[in-house]
């Protein structure tokens, strides 16, 4: 398979991803962050080359032409994201594996290019009405942001069974525990 591994993780708003891959992270050290390009500007304390390369949609319509992304979307009219094939490079050249860490129909062509050498794995809540509580516990919501969020998920998680695996977060510490098995072991083979 050679060294050209990449670590897909990808799941509904509120499934509790991002916490799954920031502890993969303090914990594997040959992971590295894939660093993914945004049109938005940046929020808090968000810095470029660290959270996101923060691009204008002039440079990353030049980058589209140029075919210089391995995925990207517009996700909202005229807010763009997507993973540069420069950073996969990067960090092979590191000598370590990207962790991507992407929405699902961001994953979902990710995957198709780089079939046989990545590894995905689809983070799912353990029901609509567990990520309502979630959603809600957040606090950042309105009702119509919530639902639409809800619908989105419902949307997504029915390309569930697209990826190479399905682990449920119930319990975050089991569910960690899960993926970093299947990380170990993909990398291991």
Do not use: C
Request: net charge negative; no cysteine.
């Amino acid at each position: 398979m050679g060294s050209h591994k990449i670590i897909i993780v990808t799941a509904p708003s509120g499934a509790g991803k991002t916490t799954i891959v920031k502890k993969l992270l303090s914990e594997m050290p040959e992971l590295a962050f894939s660093i993914s390009a945004a049109t938005r500007a940046p929020r808090g304390d968000e810095t470029h080359g660290k959270d996101y390369y923060f691009l204008t949609q002039e440079d990353f319509h030049q980058r589209i032409a140029e075919h210089a992304f391995a995925e990207y979307e517009m996700v909202y009219a005229g807010k763009y994201y997507g993973t540069l094939k420069s950073e996969l490079e990067r960090i092979w050249a590191d000598g370590k594996y990207p962790l991507v860490d992407i929405d699902v129909k961001g994953a979902l062509s990710i995957q198709e290019k780089y079939q046989g050498t990545a590894l995905t794995i689809f983070i799912q809540p353990p029901s609509l009405d567990a990520l309502r509580v979630r959603l809600s516990e957040r606090g950042t919501e309105t009702q119509a942001s919530l639902e639409e969020r809800l619908g989105k998920a419902r949307y997504e998680l029915s390309f569930a069974h697209q990826f190479d695996h399905i682990v449920v977060n119930e319990h975050l510490d089991k569910a960690y525990g899960e993926v970093k098995v299947l990380v170990e072991n993909f990398l291991a083979d």
